[in-house]
C-alpha cells in the first residue's frame, strides 16, 4: 500500500462545490467562504467575516471550550458566559452540600461578590486558525513507513506551535483534519478564573432525569450561569480577589423574536469526535458487536446506583453527577445501535463499497492499489475485535469499581516510598497530595453500592471474557476463593485499608517509606495491578498495532473517496476544534404515524409532572407562574412559553453548550441534546431522523428573571 500515498496537491481536494445535504456537515470556520452562499440561501444575514475573522471581532470571539468537553457563549459586556446545566453539573456538585444543596435548591448570586470561584476550570477562547498542511506535510515521502511519516509530521508540528507561542501568551497545538489529509494550527488564549453565577435547581435544570435524556419531546431548562475573570489589563490570570470580569471583543445579541418551522439556524461549537468515513466493517463493529456489550455493563451499574439513591437523600447528592457520567454515553449507544439498524447503516455502507471497489478495479497505475483498500479493512476489522471486546470488559467492568481509581492514586506515593534517592520531604509533599485526593473521595463514596458494583462487574468478566486476556487476579481467585466472586470481593472490602477513611486516613497519618509495601500489598491496589498491567501490557499494544493500520488506511480511503467523487463538498469529522454547523427548524417523524412537533411549552410540564418521582417533580414557584401563564415578555406570539425545539443541525458531544443564533446572528437558544432516533449521526448522517435539541433562550431568561428573580444578570445583556 506504500505506493498509495502520494504526495498530491492539497488545495485541489477542498475546492469542490457543495452537494451534501445542506444540514449536514461541520465546517471549519477559516473555509466558510465555500458554504456561504448556500447558508445565506437556507436565510443567513451575514457574511464569513461576521462569523471568523481575525481582522475584526466576530462570532468566534464570543465562544469558548467550556472546561474540558462543552461549549459557552459570552452575552454581556462584563463576561457572563452560558452553558448547559449538565456541563456545570460537576461545579455545583462540588459546591453541594446537605446544608447548601444546590443541586437540588438552585443558587443565583446577588452581586458579583457571591460568584463562586472553581478552580481548575477555565475556559479557552480561539484566537485563530491557519492551514499549515505543506509545513506539517514537509519531507514526507511516498516510501516512508508510517512511523517515520509520524515522526517528521510530530516535528514539523512542533516547529509550528513554538513559532506561533513566542513572545506570546498563547496556547497553540496542530491538528488533523481529514484523516492526515490537512493539518491546521490552532491558536488558543486560556481564562482560568471562571465563577459559579448561577444554575436552576435539578428540578428545571436535569427536568426529566435519565428517563428523558437523548429524547423529543423535551421540557429541561438545561443551562448553568458563568463568568470569566481576567486581570486589571483584561489578560488571563488565575484565582485572585482583585481580577474583574473579562471584557470580551464580542458578545452575542440576545433575540425575543423565536423562530417558525423552516428558519435558518447556525450553531457555533467545538463538536467532540465523528466517524462519518468509517468503512461498513467499523460501523458494523461499533454498533453490533461492541454497543451491546458496553450497554449491558452500565446497565447493571446504573441499576445498583439507582436502587441505592432512591433510599437515600445524601447518597442521591453523592452519585448524582457519577450516575449521570455513566448513563449519558449507555443511553446514546443504545440509540445509535438503533439508528444504524432502523436506517440500514451497514447495508448502505456495503452497497457504497459496491461502487467504490467498482471505481477502484477500473483504476491503474499508482491508483490500482485503492482495490486492495477494502479487502484490508475487512482482515484488518477482524483482527480488531477480540482485542476491542477485552479492552471493553478491562474498562467498563474491570475498570469500573471506584476502589479500582481511587487505589490508582496510591501509584507515585508507592513510586516514591521504594526509590531511595526520594527525600522526605518529596515524600511527605505526595503523601499530602494523596491526602487530599482521598478527602474528595471519600466525600462522595459508598463502599456498600461500590461492593455491589465490584462483585457484578467481576463476575461479568470471569464468566465472559476470553481466557487469554483474563488479569491474572482471576487465577488468584480460582486457586484461593475456587472461582467464588462474591467470596473475593467480601475478602478484598474487609482487608483493604482503601475501603474506610478513618483506617486509611490513619495508614497516612505520620506516613514513613517503609509503609509503601503494605500499601502496594493491598488487595485493592493488587486489583487494580492486575487490571492495569493486562490493559497497558497487553491491550494498548496490541490494540494500537491494529489503530495504526487502520488508521493509515483510513488516511488513503478517504483520499480515494474525494478523488471517486470531485463534485462533493467534504467536511471533516469533528476532532475538538472549533466548527460552523447549520440547518434549519423542523419537526420529524420517527414511526409509522407518529409526528413530533419542532417546540414544546410549559405546558408540557406540567402534563408530565409527577410528584412521586424524582426527575418529574415540578417546583411550586414554577408551577404557580406557568398555572397562571405569568410569562411577561418571554411569550411567544402564541401566548405560549415555548422551552425548547429542534433543528437540522448535524451536532454531537462537544456542541453541549454551544449558541443557536438566528439568520441575524442572534442567540435564540442553547444547544444541549439530540434526538435519540439521531444519535447514529456520529457515524451516519440521516436527513429525516438527526435533530439537535436546543433549549428556547426565552424560557432561560424567563427562569432567571421572573422565577429565580436574578434581574440584574437579565439587564447585563444585549436583549432585542
Known amino acids: 500500500m506504500k505506493k498509495l500515498i502520494t504526495l498530491v496537491s492539497i488545495c485541489s481536494l477542498f475546492t469542490y462545490h457543495l452537494s451534501l445535504f445542506a444540514d449536514e456537515g461541520m465546517w471549519i470556520p477559516i473555509l466558510l467562504n465555500k458554504n456561504i452562499e448556500q447558508m445565506q440561501k437556507m436565510g443567513l444575514k451575514l457574511t464569513a467575516e461576521d462569523i471568523y475573522s481575525i481582522n475584526q471581532s466576530s462570532l468566534k470571539d464570543a465562544i469558548v471550550r467550556f472546561g474540558r468537553g462543552c461549549t459557552g457563549e459570552l452575552v454581556s459586556p462584563k463576561g457572563l458566559l452560558l452553558t448547559n446545566h449538565h456541563c456545570g453539573y460537576g461545579v455545583i456538585q462540588r459546591h453541594s452540600s446537605l446544608e447548601h444543596d444546590y443541586l437540588t435548591d438552585g443558587y443565583w448570586a446577588q452581586s458579583l461578590d457571591e460568584e463562586l470561584p472553581n478552580p481548575g476550570l477555565n475556559v ?50 496542530v491538528r488533523s483534519f481529514y484523516h492526515g489529509n490537512q493539518y491546521f494550527l490552532i491558536v ?19 427536568f426529566g432525569g435519565d428517563t428523558d435524556n437523548w429524547m423529543w419531546p423535551r421540557h429541561t431548562g438545561d443551562f448553568s450561569v458563568f463568568r470569566v475573570y481576567a486581570d486589571s489589563n483584561n489578560q488571563p490570570a488565575v484565582y485572585s480577589k482583585d481580577n474583574v470580569p473579562y471584557k470580551p471583543k464580542y458578545y452575542l445579541p440576545i433575540s425575543l423574536g423565536g423562530y417558525n418551522e423552516g428558519d435558518f439556524t447556525l450553531l457555533f461549537g467545538n463538536p467532540g469526535r465523528t466517524h462519518e468515513y468509517l468503512p461498513s466493517f467499523a460501523v458494523e463493529l461499533i454498533t453490533i458487536k461492541e454497543n451491546p456489550v458496553k450497554i449491558g455493563l452500565r446497565q447493571k451499574r446504573l441499576d445498583v446506583i439507582k436502587n441505592a439513591t432512591m433510599k437515600n437523600r445524601l447518597v442521591r447528592i453523592q452519585y448524582s453527577s457519577k450516575h449521570a457520567r455513566i448513563s449519558n454515553y449507555w443511553k446514546k449507544m443504545i440509540g445509535e445501535t438503533r439508528g444504524i439498524k432502523r436506517a440500514d447503516g451497514v447495508v448502505k455502507k456495503q452497497e457504497f463499497e459496491k461502487k467504490f471497489q467498482a471505481w477502484a478495479e477500473s483504476l491503474d497505475g499508482d491508483q490500482a492499489g485503492y482495490a486492495t483498500i477494502l479487502p484490508q479493512f475487512k482482515k484488518l476489522y477482524g483482527e480488531r475485535y477480540p482485542i476491542s471486546l477485552a479492552a471493553i470488559y478491562l474498562r467498563e467492568a ?46 462522595n463514596y459508598q463502599p456498600a453500592i461500590d461492593r455491589e458494583i465490584t462483585t457484578l462487574m467481576m463476575e461479568e468478566m470471569w464468566n465472559n471474557m476470553y481466557k487469554e486476556y483474563m488479569p491474572d487476579i482471576f487465577a488468584r481467585i480460582a486457586k484461593k476463593h475456587k472461582g467464588d466472586i462474591p467470596a473475593y470481593v ?36 493488587q486489583l487494580f495491578l492486575s487490571i492495569a498491567n493486562r490493559y497497558n501490557q497487553d491491550i494498548i499494544p496490541e ?23 470531485p463534485d462533493k463538498q467534504f467536511y471533516p469529522d469533528a476532532n475538538s476544534t472549533m466548527r460552523v454547523c447549520y440547518g434549519q427548524v423542523d419537526d420529524f417523524h420517527p414511526a409509522d404515524a407518529v409526528t413530533y412537533e419542532y417546540f414544546t411549552t410549559a405546558q408540557g410540564i406540567l402534563e408530565k409532572e409527577d410528584s412521586t418521582i424524582y426527575d418529574y417533580a415540578v417546583e411550586k414557584r414554577l408551577k404557580d407562574l406557568i398555572s397562571a401563564c405569568n410569562y411577561g415578555r418571554y411569550a411567544d406570539d402564541d401566548g405560549q412559553l415555548h422551552v425548547g425545539f429542534i433543528s437540522t443541525i448535524h451536532s454531537t458531544g462537544g456542541n453541549s453548550g454551544a449558541p443557536v443564533l438566528n439568520g441575524e446572528g442572534e442567540l435564540i437558544g442553547i444547544n444541549f441534546d439530540r434526538n435519540w432516533e439521531g444519535t447514529m449521526s456520529d457515524l451516519m448522517y440521516d436527513p429525516d431522523q438527526c435533530r439537535n435539541i436546543i433549549l428556547d433562550i426565552r424560557y432561560l431568561l424567563f427562569i432567571m428573571d421572573k422565577y429565580a428573580g436574578a434581574t440584574w444578570l437579565v439587564e447585563e445583556m444585549d436583549i432585542r
Open 188 to 206: 488558543t488564549e486560556i481564562f482560568k478564573d471562571i465563577r459559579f453565577v448561577g444554575a436552576p435547581p435539578s428540578g428545571i435544570g436535569k
Open 490 to 525: 467480601d475478602d478484598l472490602f474487609r482487608k483493604s485499608i482503601f475501603v474506610d477513611s478513618t483506617r486509611f486516613y490513619a495508614f497516612l497519618d505520620n506516613y514513613k517509606r517503609n509503609k509503601g509495601k503494605k500499601l502496594r500489598a493491598d488487595p485493592v491496589y
Open 398 to 443: 474491570g475498570m469500573a469499581p471506584e476502589l479500582y481509581r481511587f487505589s490508582r492514586s496510591a501509584n507515585n506515593l508507592i513510586k516514591q516510598s521504594g526509590d531511595k534517592k526520594t527525600s522526605d520531604e518529596a515524600l511527605a509533599a505526595e503523601t499530602e497530595n494523596l491526602m487530599k485526593t482521598a478527602r474528595s473521595f471519600y466525600k
Open 124 to 173: 479557552t477562547f480561539m484566537i485563530r486558525m491557519e492551514d499549515v498542511t505543506d509545513r506539517v506535510l514537509e519531507g514526507v515521502t511516498p516510501d516512508m513507513s508510517e512511523q517515520s511519516r509520524s515522526a517528521v509530521i510530530k516535528k514539523n508540528s512542533k516547529a509550528v506551535v513554538d513559532e506561533a507561542e513566542k513572545d506570546t501568551h498563547y496556547d497553540a497545538y
Open 543 to 565: 490494540g494500537r498495532r491494529i489503530t495504526s493500520a487502520i488508521d493509515s488506511l483510513q488516511r488513503i480511503y478517504m483520499l480515494a473517496l474525494m478523488k471517486m467523487q
